[in-house]
């Protein structure tokens, strides 16, 4: 089994492996250009994204500057809007629903490390995968770490640090994010932002 085949299953592997490499440099080179582009060129920098991207539907919006390590590991739902300085660290498979906002700052990391210091300074890693519902909203500075699921209609509050799954349904803040509430019927009246 290859370095990359290693990435994918979610086992130890060697980052600095020369294709691995080779096509996060080709990533970086395709962001340059996407953060590169002139604010009016939408259609050049959304054409980055889906050659980059493993999947993409009809409407999305991206403000850049955007970071990734691959691309191919992120797959975006209909309607996704992602806010200024985010980062996705794909390593593992990014799956992000349908009607999904992030604030400015938003970080996304598949990516993990050993916490014995001897397998560490091998240079090995590994990278578990991260879901995200439909109709979620992550608040600015938010960061969720490797081999989370966060459930449908979920709104993660600004600066939260996700350790643990979100159920759907739920408002969730801190740093570790914990639930503090269900989303209710009296929420469609709610115009409070402090999340």
Known sequence: ???????????????????????????????????????????????????????????????????????????IGENFYSNYNCTILDCAKVLIGDNVMFGPNVNLFTAGHPINFEVRNEGLEYALPIVIGNNVWIGGGAIVNPRITIGDNVVIGSGSVVTKDIPSNSIAVGNPCKVIRKISDTDRLHKDNSY
Do not use: V, W
């Not at 996407?34 to 980059?52: G, Y």
């Open 1 to 75: 089994m290859n370095e990359k085949e290693k990435m994918i299953k979610g086992d130890l592997y060697k980052a600095y492996d020369e294709e691995l490499f080779r096509e996060r440099q080709n990533a970086k080179i395709a962001l340059y250009q996407f953060n590169s582009l002139h604010p009016d060129e939408i259609e050049k920098r959304d054409n980055i994204i889906r050659s980059l991207f493993g999947k993409t539907r009809d409407k999305f919006f991206i403000e850049p500057p955007f970071r990734c390590d691959y691309g191919y590991n992120i797959y």
